[in-house]
């Protein structure tokens, strides 16, 4: 049972245009949501993240969008630049679990110059 | 300076055999995770520790023991390896018991053949 998905397992866009990563959750309990970036050979990196009481957090190129109703939530990043080929992956969280994070499968992230 | 570290990077061994993961962080951290990430990608939470004590004990076999002699190690033993062992297992860290912005080490590969 995965609590937490991210059904585009790939994405491609262009230099300078934006990038729209898509997570789901299904997990009401959920209340903190994260983005991680992991390049190939490393451990994933904290990115942004947002807690539920807000819809939108936002970090230089970087945007987090929530969506409670639908339980879901999107990374924007503009512009997109190809340092920013990698894999991405959506984490949540719930306020009882002792930091537990669960993690949707990734979208990989391809950037062209 | 390297925030959270593992040893070794790659390990190759055969079935049966027991060995060890070590983990570091000098973030000053009190919290410690194992994540094990499968061939599908999944990254999953195995354990955590907060000052030395176990507070998350996910669905592990018996085989796999952590092991934290102080707040900033944290490793990890496995008993009879076995081929479904084969992963990437990463070391994670945070500030405070149930904080869930974690940082993660760069993996340990592990091949079980």
């Known amino acids: 049972d995965q609590q937490v998905k991210q059904n585009s397992p790939s994405l491609s866009v262009q230099e300078g245009r934006i990038s729209i990563l898509n997570c789901d959750y299904t997990?009401?309990?959920?209340?903190?949501f994260l983005w991680y970036k992991k390049y190939p050979a490393e451990g994933p990196t904290f990115l942004i993240s947002?807690?539920?009481?807000?819809d939108k957090n936002e970090d230089g190129r970087f945007t987090v969008f929530l969506n409670k109703s639908a339980k879901h939530l999107s990374l924007h990043i503009v512009p997109s630049q190809p340092g920013d080929s990698a894999v991405y992956f959506c984490a949540a969280s719930a306020n009882n679990q002792g930091g537990k994070l669960i993690f949707g499968q990734g979208t990989e992230l391809s950037v062209k110059p | 300076d390297t925030a959270v570290s593992q040893t070794p990077k790659y390990l190759v061994t055969q079935m049966g055999n027991d060995k060890s993961i070590k983990c570091e962080q000098n973030?000053?951290?009190?919290?410690m995770y194992w994540y094990k990430q499968d061939s599908k990608k999944f990254l999953k939470i195995m354990f955590s520790y907060n000052n030395k004590e176990l507070i998350i004990n996910e669905t592990v076999p018996n085989r796999f023991s952590p092991k934290s002699p102080d707040k900033a190690h944290l490793n990890l033993h496995i008993n009879s390896l076995e081929l479904g062992d084969s992963a990437v297992y990463f070391c994670?860290?945070?500030?405070?018991?149930?904080?869930?912005?974690?940082?993660f080490g760069p993996g340990t590969r592990l091949l079980v053949l």
């Open positions: 997990n009401s309990m959920f209340d903190y």
């Open positions: 973030l000053g951290h009190d919290t």
């Open positions: 947002i807690s539920s009481i807000k």
């Open positions: 994670a860290s945070s500030q405070g018991r149930g904080q869930v912005t974690q940082y």
